[in-house]
């Protein structure tokens, strides 16, 4: 396989070095921004000359971002390459549109290292659905939200100094909100359900609800009551189609979830038949990521060509499929939350069970309102 890398960041370099340990692997150009005198023999920055070069068959695109990534890995199909990427960004926002011009190129799209970063997350969920009917997916798939967590019941702490710690470990980016506000989760859930159940659900249709207003309060409260609080994406299968959405979550001591430590992730599906399977690992990194990338190349080396899923007829997000009780911690109290309330704790009040897109909807209002506000599931 003859390879053009796009990108040469974190986990470009990477799949540099694990390439330059194989012989069926041969990395032939890198797309970069700027001088790299370790490359310097392979390096351009000129994506045409990677487009026009009839030796190169696969494009490894792991730049980021929606442009100029959209508009290489568009040209690449169409010129007959096959794509491996981990732009989970990409990915998620156009979705059908790209494995639709994969198809009609009859090359491959790979994207596992968009969902989990070196867990084999999407290769798992594409391989259960050859026997068995996926019933849920999600789980906590953000290690910077899992890290700020995990160390805020560890001991107490605020919110602003953790997330600076996160900083200061590379976890969080220097604008840390698609980690904190559930937008990077969001995308790895929507690129995970539609592959579970066959759909082309939009990212922004998912209801969230993100960490930034978690308090050391609310933290000590969960935890007097033996519950713990992550960021936890769901997505289920439900009469009229899938019903999806992300949110902090007090789940009890015992629950897997509650022992995932520091930035690691835990991603789950639920089948008929085998029941649940968990993947633990690390959600990201370089040599983590760009593992996943390698074997996507490896599995069309092999003839893997077809993306994971076909998403069929246009599917409903059905977000108020599930009710539960939550934790709600407002300066002020409304009508309809007073209408649904049905305990005190310490901070805030616990709801009787409510649907799940009529809270978080209320939520995303109220915090304009009272940018403090917090609001937790309660599993
Ligand atoms: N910011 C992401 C995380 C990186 O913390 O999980 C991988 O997508």
Not at 221 to 234: N, P
Not at 270 to 299: E, K, M, Y
Request: glycine share 8%.
């Amino acid at each position: 396989m003859n390879i053009a890398l796009l990108g040469f960041g974190v986990v470009g370099g990477g799949v540099y070095e694990l390439c330059r340990k194989r012989t069926d692997l041969s990395l032939r150009r890198v797309l970069v921004r700027s001088d790299k005198p370790e490359i310097a023999s392979i390096a351009t920055r000129s994506f045409d000359d990677i487009l026009s070069d009839p030796s190169i068959d696969t494009v490894v695109e792991v730049m980021g971002g929606i442009h100029p990534a959209k508009e290489y890995v568009c040209a690449a199909l169409n010129a007959g390459k096959h794509v491996v990427t981990a732009n989970k960004a990409l990915i998620a926002a156009c979705y059908d549109e790209l494995i639709a011009l994969a198809r009609k190129n009859g090359v491959a799209l790979r994207c596992t290292a968009a969902v989990g970063g070196g867990i084999p997350w999407l290769i798992n969920l594409e391989r259960v659905k050859r026997l068995d009917s996926l019933s849920q997916v999600g789980g906590i798939m953000n290690g910077t939200t899992n890290f700020i967590m995990d160390a805020m019941h560890a001991a107490p702490v605020s919110f602003a100094d953790i997330l600076k710690k996160a900083q200061e470990l590379g976890y969080a980016e220097a604008d840390p909100s698609a980690d904190i506000d559930g937008d990077d989760i969001r995308r790895k859930l929507a690129i995970s359900a539609n592959i579970a159940f066959d759909t082309a659900l939009s990212e922004t249709e998912i209801p969230t609800f993100g960490i930034r207003t978690v308090t050391d309060g609310d933290i000590a409260s969960f935890q007097r009551r033996g519950f713990v609080c992550k960021l936890i994406a769901t997505a289920l299968r439900c009469e009229d189609g899938v019903c999806a959405f992300v949110e902090p979550t007090l789940v009890s001591r015992q629950e897997p979830e509650a022992a995932v430590p520091a930035n690691y992730n835990l991603i789950t599906y639920t089948a008929d038949a085998i029941g649940r399977q968990s993947f633990f690992g690390q959600g990201a990194g370089r040599f983590p990521t760009a593992a996943n990338v390698v074997q996507d190349c490896l599995d069309v080396l092999g003839g893997k060509t077809a993306f994971y899923s076909v998403p069929s007829a246009a599917a409903k997000l059905c977000a108020d499929a599930v009710a539960h009780p939550y934790y709600v911690r407002t300066a002020v109290m409304d009508p309809w939350l007073t209408s649904i309330t049905a305990d005190h704790w310490e901070g805030g009040v616990i709801t009787s069970a409510v649907p799940v897109g009529q809270m978080l909807r209320w939520a995303k209002e109220r915090l304009a309102a009272d940018p403090t506000c917090f609001i937790a599931g309660i599993r």
